[in-house]
Nanobody, 126 residues
Framework: QVQLLESGGGLVQPGASLRLSCAAS????????MGWFRQAPGKEREFVAA????????RYADSVNGRFTISRDNAANTVYLQMNNLRPEDTAVYYC???????????????????WGQGTLVTVST
């Protein structure tokens, strides 16, 4: 059983950067596709980014493409989300998710994944 624990959220000003971490425990996630979702107040959860087990392929939502970068360190059993040039509309709870399979975007866009973290709050405000 894999457990995911997110960290790194906080309150920042517009234009700032944050790096979120997602530490996995219980088993190795080296063969898993991993990624991030977010849910803003009053809105539905949305896909943010995903990465294949090797890190060779990444996918992003249009709203974050060019500003956010997903990466992973399989030796550390950890996935990261580097967020640059943050905007107030990026304010949300960010969730890490994983799927013990090849990266299938239909599953990531629908959120039909095996494991989820508890989330970490990111607030972008002056």
């Amino acid at each position: 059983q894999v457990q995911l624990l997110e960290s790194g959220g906080g309150l920042v000003q517009p234009g700032a950067s944050l790096r979120l971490s997602c530490a996995a425990s219980g088993r190795r996630i080296a063969g898993w596709a991993m990624g991030w979702f977010r849910q803003a107040p009053g809105k539905e959860r949305e896909f943010v980014a995903a990465i294949t087990w090797s890190g060779a392929t990444t996918r992003y939502a249009d709203s974050v493409n060019g500003r956010f970068t997903i990466s992973r360190d399989n030796a550390a059993n950890t996935v990261y989300l580097q967020m640059n040039n943050l905007r107030p509309e990026d304010t949300a709870v960010y969730y890490c998710a994983g799927d013990n399979a090849q990266l299938q975007m239909s599953k990531w866009r629908s959120g039909s994944l095996e494991v989820w973290g508890q989330g970490t709050l990111v607030t972008v405000s002056t």
